[in-house]
């Protein structure tokens, strides 16, 4: 039996916010087909070098790096620093990202600014970065059938209002139309830009909707499925979106969810 060909052979790959939950998920599923990985992070070096350690002993390559996406000088050296090291970028994975959580009529102004500055301006610099050297770079048919592949992590409040949570669901609603916009706007050079849309991941973000039986079932309520969701799952789909498999996918958000889109308050007839 011949061994299963990597999808992403001799790509490099960006992901943010990747030293821990999806983020770190989608880095070791990106590896584990080939990829190249940058793991960036912002505040947790000992958790990136795990992620790393991690890659490695499956056998694949990249490095850690510390950068602030909110910030542009920090992002424009993190893909200086990439292409110094492996000659180009193919894949950029949007995820860094947070919440800062109020009720609306308390929301600091800080608060507003911090969650908007990572989860949108954030995608935004990182992903204008990656479309420059796209076009750069061109298309070069043994690495990819596109000029490269940009996956933004969104969320499936970018569809579902979120009480409490007005900076976070306002961020991911501009991430979609973020998204949208870049992907109609280079699809003629071929760069793909999708996003991932997760629902409820078991990931340190969320530990309170999943830490006790109790918080368990009542977050089993949302979902159809009937089960949490995990970073592995993003990870196969980021997998897929990123390879050629995806070529003809562009502008999409892929909602990994488990059906939680699917108004499951209507199970029983509403």
């Known amino acids: 039996m011949t061994a299963k060909s990597k999808k992403l052979q001799g790509q490099v790959a960006i992901v943010t916010g990747a030293s821990s939950g999806i983020g770190a998920g989608v880095a070791k599923a990106l590896a584990a087909d080939g990829a190249s990985v940058v793991v960036n992070y912002s505040s947790s070096p000992d958790k990136a070098e795990e992620v790393l350690e991690s890659i490695k002993q499956e056998g694949g390559e990249g490095f850690i790096y510390k950068a602030d996406v909110s910030q542009e000088a920090d992002v424009k050296q993190m893909f200086r620093e990439t292409i110094s090291r492996y000659g180009t970028v193919d894949i950029l994975v949007n995820n860094a990202g947070l919440q800062r ?138 997998v897929w979106l990123a390879s050629d498999d995806a070529e003809y996918v562009n502008g999409i958000t892929l909602f990994v969810d488990g059906g939680m889109l699917l108004y499951p308050g209507f199970e029983d007839n509403g």
């Open 101 to 238: 959580d109020a009720k609306f009529h308390e929301m600091s102004l800080e608060q507003w600014n911090h969650v908007i500055g990572i989860n949108l301006t954030g995608q935004f610099l990182c992903a204008r970065e990656a479309v420059q050297e796209f076009i750069r770079r061109g298309i070069v048919p043994e690495r990819s059938a596109s000029a490269g592949k940009i996956i933004c992590m969104s969320s499936v409040h970018e569809v579902i209002p979120w009480a409490g949570h007005a900076n976070y669901a306002a961020s991911k609603g501009g991430v979609m139309m973020l998204m949208k916009t870049i992907a109609q706007e280079y699809a003629p050079l071929k760069i793909r830009v999708n996003s991932i849309g997760p629902g409820a991941i078991r990931t340190p973000i969320n530990y309170a909707a999943w830490q006790t039986p109790q918080a368990y079932e009542q977050l089993l309520k949302l979902i159809p499925a009937k089960r949490i969701g995990e970073a592995e799952d993003i990870g196969k789909a980021a």
